[in-house]
C-alpha cells in the first residue's frame, strides 16, 4: 500500500523498519523539526528522522498541521493510510480524513485503559499486572478510535519503564505490519471501544520524580521502576541530588526514608525497598555496589526527598 508514517522518538523505529520491509511504499515520514541536544545544543534529527533518511525515504517535519498548506500537502500524497506511532503532534480531522482507509495508531497500552500521554510509566506506577500494544484506528477523540490488533505481555516484578518500553516496541512492530497486511486484504477488524475500563494517563508531573518515604514500599518501587530511565525518582543524599533507577521490595522498617543496612536497604511508609541502581548527577547510572564504592552511606543516614 501507498502509506504515510508519522513517528518520532525510538519507540517509532520499529514500527517503520517492519512497514519498509514489507514492500509498502512510503510516501512521507513526517516527525517532529530537529531539536537543540548535546551540549553543544546543535539541532538533532529525531530517531525517526535519522532512520528515514538512512532508508533513503522523503521526510517532512512541520511545526504543525494548523496551516491549511501543510492539510493540502498531506491530502495530495494520495495515500492509502497512515501509520502514526508517538508522533507528537495532533493530527486535526482533515488529516485523519484524507487517507482512503484512515489512519491507524499503535498505542502502548490495553485499551481502553490508559488511554493518553504516558501508558508505559502509569501502567508500571498503578501495579498492573499486564499491558500491551493496540492498533487503533484514529478519529477526533484521545485514544478513543475502534481497535483492530491487540499483543500482551506480562508486567515483570523488574520490569521497568525502559525495558517494558523496548518490549513492547518488539511487539507492536509486527503487530502493526499484520494489520497493515490485513488492512490490504480487507480483512482488519475493527472493535470499538467500550466506556468501562476508561483510564488515562496523565503525562508525567516534574513534582512526581521527588521520591516520598512516607508511602508503602510497594507503591515507592513501582515509582521508582516507573519513571526509569525518565525522568528518574529522586532524592537528596548530602545535599546531592540522586536518581534511583532500579529498586525491589525487601524486609526492614524503620524512620521513613532512613537507611536500614550497608545494601541500600531504605525504609518507607510500610516496609523497605531495596537501590538497586542510581545516578549521580552529571555522573552514568552504576550497580548499587559501584555507587556505594564512591559514595558510602552507613546505616542511619537519611535519604531526604527535599531539594
Not at 491549511?68 to 495530495?76: L, S, V
Not at 475502534?146 to 499483543?151: E, H, N, Q, R
Request: aromatic fraction near 4%; charged fraction near 20%; glycine fraction near 10%.
Amino acid at each position: 500500500m501507498r502509506l504515510a508514517f508519522m513517528g518520532t522518538p525510538d519507540f517509532a523505529v520499529p514500527v517503520l523498519d517492519a512497514l519498509h520491509g514489507a514492500g509498502h511504499e512510503i510516501a512521507a515520514v513526517y516527525t517532529q523539526p530537529p531539536r537543540p541536544a548535546g551540549r553543544g545544543k546543535k539541532p538533532r534529527p529525531s530517531p525517526v528522522m535519522a532512520r528515514a533518511q538512512a532508508l533513503g525515504l522523503p521526510v517532512r517535519h512541520p511545526a504543525n498541521f494548523r496551516e491549511e498548506t501543510e492539510r493540502a500537502a498531506f491530502a495530495a500524497l494520495r495515500l492509502d493510510a497512515a501509520v502514526v506511532v508517538a508522533y507528537g503532534l495532533l493530527l486535526p480531522v482533515p488529516v485523519l480524513e484524507a487517507p482512503r482507509l484512515g489512519c491507524f495508531n499503535l498505542h502502548a497500552s490495553l485499551l481502553p485503559r490508559w488511554r493518553g500521554a504516558a501508558p508505559i510509566q502509569r501502567a508500571i506506577m498503578a501495579g498492573d499486572a499486564e499491558t500491551g500494544a493496540c492498533v487503533m484506528r484514529m478519529e477526533a477523540g484521545l485514544d478513543t478510535g475502534p481497535v483492530a490488533l491487540t499483543a500482551r505481555t506480562p508486567i515483570r516484578p523488574e520490569d521497568t519503564a525502559g525495558s517494558l518500553h523496548d518490549r513492547l516496541a518488539a511487539l507492536g512492530a509486527p503487530l502493526m505490519a499484520e494489520a497493515m497486511a490485513r488492512l490490504e486484504a480487507g480483512d482488519l477488524p475493527l472493535t470499538p471501544q467500550g466506556e468501562a475500563g476508561v483510564v488515562y494517563a496523565a503525562k508525567i508531573d516534574k513534582a512526581e520524580a521527588r521520591i516520598d518515604w512516607t508511602r508503602p514500599a510497594a507503591e515507592v518501587d513501582r515509582a521508582i521502576r516507573g519513571l526509569s530511565p525518565f525522568p528518574g525518582a529522586w532524592f537528596m543524599l548530602g545535599g546531592e541530588r540522586v536518581k534511583a533507577l532500579l529498586s525491589a521490595p525487601a524486609d526492614g522498617s524503620g524512620p521513613p526514608g532512613t537507611v536500614l543496612d550497608n545494601a541500600l536497604t531504605v525504609a518507607c511508609g510500610g516496609g523497605a525497598v531495596r537501590l538497586l541502581r542510581l545516578q549521580r548527577a552529571g555522573g552514568a547510572p552504576m550497580a548499587a555496589e559501584e555507587f556505594l564504592r564512591g559514595r558510602p552511606v552507613a546505616p542511619g543516614e537519611r535519604l531526604l526527598p527535599e531539594g
